[in-house]
């Protein structure tokens, strides 16, 4: 590998560019940047088969904004073509999307999903190779089963409120409403004009899959309402006032004995990659569910 100064007008973006939108703001701020001290840090570049110029690997977004300020050449690292195939190549160029700026949560996926495939790896071998957790990466692959128009309205939010924009973790409750894609699209209205947090919306999400024949009410009341409207104290406290509707041991037992049946019936042949991550977590929450029943049946018979 070789340091050269480049015409900007000799270098072309790399089309397996795993980042799809690019913030003109943030662009225009580092355009700002590179007029008053240059830039700080080369892009990295590879020769063109038969022409005369150079495909981007790394540093696309240095690239636009140099063009921005005005540049005609750029320092560059150049570096043998590797063959468009390498899966080196496309994990060192998510890898530094993903630690100088984030991707949007479906160009992260994307790019996941293809380095994935092109590597034949497991979730666990892709989040190794990239720092993520092998549960993140299941639930980014997630968000590749919503529908394009409101998958590519998800942003990255991990440290402030969402204000009304989708998160990735909204995207995993609005997931749960794929097969009743009407109910979908307006759970993103509510969300957007309520400015609803994830968790919240994950309660509508629950409320309109178990009762989808109350979408009206459920959608018209405040997401405070719903216990009552629907007849429960909270998601914690069960049911309200009214009788409940499992109130004897043996009607508990019976709730058990089906869903023994139930977890007998899965099938993970059947389940796909980005489905893993979700299921164990359930199955964690029904576990820890299971050994404080237990507990407290086995406290209340004295053993």
């Not at 973790?169 to 759970?187: S, V």
């Not at 058990?256 to 007998?264: C, I």
Request: with cysteine.
């Amino acid at each position: 590998m070789e340091l050269r100064l480049l015409e900007v007008s000799r270098i072309v973006e790399d089309p397996d560019q795993p980042r799809r939108a690019i913030d003109d703001g943030t662009l225009a701020g580092l355009a700002d940047s590179i007029r008053q001290h240059g830039i700080l840090n080369p892009i990295t570049v590879a020769p063109l088969s038969g022409v005369d110029g150079f495909r981007i690997v790394t540093g696309e977004r240095r690239w636009r904004a140099a063009q921005m300020a005005g540049l005609l050449e750029i320092p560059c690292v150049v570096r043998p073509e590797p063959a468009n195939d390498d899966p080196d190549k496309r994990s060192e160029q998510l890898i530094e999307n993903l630690q100088r700026e984030e991707l949007t949560p479906i160009d992260k996926a994307s790019a996941i999903k293809v380095l994935k495939e092109r590597i034949g790896a497991t979730n666990k071998e892709v989040g190794q190779r990239l720092g993520i957790s092998e549960r993140t990466i299941g639930y980014l692959l997630d968000l590749l089963d919503l529908p394009e128009a409101i998958g590519e309205q998800i942003i990255s939010s991990p440290n402030r409120p969402a204000d009304g924009n989708l998160t990735e973790k909204h995207g995993r409750f609005l997931r749960q409403l794929n097969d009743q894609p009407d109910l979908q699209a307006h759970l993103v209205e509510k969300i957007r004009g309520e400015k609803l947090s994830a968790d919240d919306a994950g309660k509508v999400a629950k409320a309109l899959r178990t009762n989808p024949d109350r979408r009206e009410e459920i959608l018209g009341a405040d997401v405070d309402e719903l216990p009552s409207l629907l007849g429960y104290k909270s998601e914690s406290s069960g049911y309200g006032d009214g009788p409940a509707p499992f109130s004897t041991g043996r009607a508990f037992a019976t709730i058990l004995d089906k869903a023994v049946s139930a977890v007998g019936e899965v099938k993970l042949d059947s389940v796909s990659a980005g489905d893993l991550a979700g299921l164990e977590e359930s199955a964690m929450k029904v576990k820890t569910a299971i050994d404080t029943l237990i507990a407290q049946i086995r406290a209340a018979r004295n053993l």
